[in-house]
């Protein structure tokens, strides 16, 4: 059974850097596409960024891109988010998602079968 396990969370000033870690087990990690959605309180998921088995495709939500940048490491089973230039409207619980079903997913969340349990990221002003 595929288990994620994020971290890397917290407080952060507007304007600073966070990076995400999302640990990966249970099965081949190489095999699965993987990505980050967040969601915000009162409001719905949000897409943020995803790549491929590989990692070579990755995308980006347009309120992300050019802040955000999404990298896997296939031999420590990890996708990573950093995240620079922070804004409080990145305040979210940010989850990773996986998916064996295809090569790259991109931003459809039906097509994700394993989801972690969310890290909070606050960004204050």
């Known amino acids: 059974q595929v288990q994620l396990v994020e971290s890397g969370g917290g407080l952060v000033q507007a304007g600073g850097s966070l990076r995400l870690s999302c640990a990966f087990s249970?099965?081949?990690?190489?095999?699965?596409?993987m990505a980050w959605f967040r969601q915000a309180p009162g409001k719905g998921r949000e897409s943020v960024a995803a790549i491929s088995r590989g990692g070579g495709s990755t995308d980006y939500a347009d309120s992300v891109k050019g802040r955000f940048t999404i990298s896997r490491d296939n031999t420590k089973n990890t996708v990573y988010l950093q995240m620079n230039s922070l804004k409080p409207e990145d305040t979210a619980a940010y989850t990773c998602a996986a998916t064996s079903s295809v090569y790259y997913a991109g931003f459809s969340p039906n097509l994700y079968a394993y989801w972690g349990q969310g890290t909070q990221v606050t960004v204050s002003s």
């Open positions: 249970g099965r081949t990690f190489s095999t699965y596409a």
